[in-house]
């Protein structure tokens, strides 16, 4: 279980550098073109690992296990995560970071729906400290945002804690590394067809006709020099490889609810690096929100913490 929270720790810490990375190449490509990339790339840096999580378990793959990772792969890559860097394109990389963050209310539910993981009264808690301080963060009354810019972030948070919760079993089975690696190269690959088939002349002046200009003629090789190489090796190596192993890991380790801690986390950095980084101003009510945040993150961890101390005496 030790070894779980320090696995939540190095993806807050991933994560939380997330929005900022694909921020700073926003506009440089296209969304789905970006998408691709960085989990194709993610996806072949973890085969190594992958390979090396089953010959420890010596475990195989079956062709049931390559259905189900193709379906995650199209949850949480195809569908979640270009409605994710769609978000990023039409508002800040804080705000994003902040919505996505409600990712443990979702989770949460799905995981006592799918996996019957108990809902205790410190997670009800903690997600009602959360709900609130996303409230104070985004601060709806008084801030303009945009609303095209909030659906799509939601729709990615929704979607991205199916792909979470679905995936659970499958970590626990052959390791976070193993799900990861091949749901994002299948997920990867699902897109690769969606591509082609927007260079299609049809498909694509009907695309453009329909004001969805980005996923016409989706470019592959397009918008890379060496300025933006080392943002994109990042993004692709460490925000995606690297840091959704550790989230599966996480929760191979502890439970769908506890990884999901992550993202209580988030909110807390995120803005703080956003600062730092893009410049964006942390106001009053953010500080104030992200209060809210981590003492929900504390009133949710501190319980289990405490159980573990007192089994080991």
């Known amino acids: 279980m030790q070894k779980g929270y320090l696995y939540i720790i190095l993806t807050t810490i991933i994560f939380s550098t997330m929005e900022i990375a694909l921020k700073m190449v926003s506009g ?8 691709f990339t960085r989990f194709f790339i993610g996806g072949l840096f973890l085969i190594p690992f992958a390979v090396s999580a089953l010959r420890k378990r010596n475990a195989s793959i079956t062709s049931s296990d390559l259905y189900h990772f193709a379906f995650l792969g199209f949850l949480g890559i195809v569908i979640s995560m270009i409605l994710y860097q769609l978000a990023v394109q039409n508002t800040k990389a ?8 409600c990712n443990p209310v979702f989770v949460t539910i799905f995981a006592f729906m799918f996996l019957q993981e108990a809902i205790h009264k410190n997670n009800i808690l903690a997600l009602i400290l959360e709900v609130i301080g996303s409230a104070i963060i985004i601060n709806p009354l008084n801030v303009k945002l945009s609303v095209l ?7 990615s948070t929704l979607i991205f804690a199916l792909y979470g919760v679905f995936g659970k079993r499958r970590s626990a089975q052959y390791s976070g590394i193993v799900v990861t690696c091949f749901s994002f190269l299948f997920g990867s690959l699902e897109m690769l067809v969606f591509i082609a088939l927007s ?3 049809p498909v694509a002046s009907w695309l453009s006709s329909t004001g969805l ?3 016409s003629n989706i470019p592959l090789f ?33 439970s769908a609810q506890t990884a999901s801690l992550v993202f209580f986390f988030k909110p ?4 703080i690096l956003a600062l730092i980084l893009l410049h964006e101003v942390i106001p009053f009510n953010m500080l104030l929100g992200i209060l809210f945040i981590l003492i929900g ?14 089994a080991q005496v």
Not at 268 to 271: G, K, T, V
Request: proline letters at 5%.
């Open 149 to 155: 810019g909030v659906m799509l972030t939601m729709a």
């Open 297 to 310: 993150s504390l009133s949710s961890i501190l319980p289990d913490l405490l159980r573990q101390k007192a």
């Open 222 to 254: 397009s918008g890379y020099s060496w300025a933006v190489l080392p943002i994109v090796i990042y993004i692709c190596i460490v925000n995606s490889g690297i840091g959704y192993a550790c989230y599966f890991t996480a929760m191979e380790k502890t």
């Open 268 to 271: 807390i950095m995120a803005p």
């Open 199 to 201: 260079h299609i002349s």
């Open 213 to 215: 200009e980005m996923f």
């Open 28 to 35: 440089v490509f296209n969304p789905i073109q970006l998408t």
């Open 94 to 101: 804080s705000v994003v970071a902040v919505l996505f963050s």
